[in-house]
């Protein structure tokens, strides 16, 4: 269900302008506008979900998949040497839009940056 005032939404729908990834019948992955790293991708369920546990588990393993496919294109096209992922599930977690969504961050040797260790 589409969620009017979703900002993903609108993104997947192109109401609000992306720079597109890639996209499949039920996925949608595009650059963060804020990137953490150069190539910060967003991968969103093109359906209207808030938390990873709102998410069918069929759709879940079909989003593994995809971003499965994400990084190692990353990685073929050495945007990155490695790569985390990372999703933020409710406020207190970070998560600012309430449209589930997976970060996948490039990094590089050397990059200094910390996120658990
Ligand atoms: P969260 O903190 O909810 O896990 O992450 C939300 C992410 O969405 C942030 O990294 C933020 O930069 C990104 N974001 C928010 N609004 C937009 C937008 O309109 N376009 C794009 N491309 N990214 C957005
Ligand atoms: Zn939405």
Redesign the pocket.
């Known amino acids: 269900m589409e969620d009017e005032n979703c900002?993903?939404c609108?993104?997947v729908k192109g109401k609000?302008k992306?720079?597109k990834v890639m996209e499949t019948d039920n996925f949608f992955a595009?650059?963060?506008?804020?990137?953490?790293a150069e190539g910060?991708i967003?991968v969103v369920p093109k359906r209207h979900f808030v938390t990873l546990l709102d998410i069918p588990d069929k759709l879940g393993e079909e989003m593994l998949n995809f971003i499965k496919k994400i990084a190692s294109d990353l990685l073929d096209k050495k945007k990155g040497d490695g790569f985390n992922i990372?999703?933020?599930n409710l406020e207190c977690a970070?998560?600012?839009?309430?449209h589930a969504?997976i970060?996948v961050v490039p990094r590089k040797e050397g990059d200094g940056m910390h996120l658990f260790v």
């Open positions: 900002i993903f609108k993104i609000i992306s720079q595009f650059l963060d506008a804020n990137p953490r910060h967003l990372i999703m933020n970070g998560q600012a839009v309430k969504h970060h």
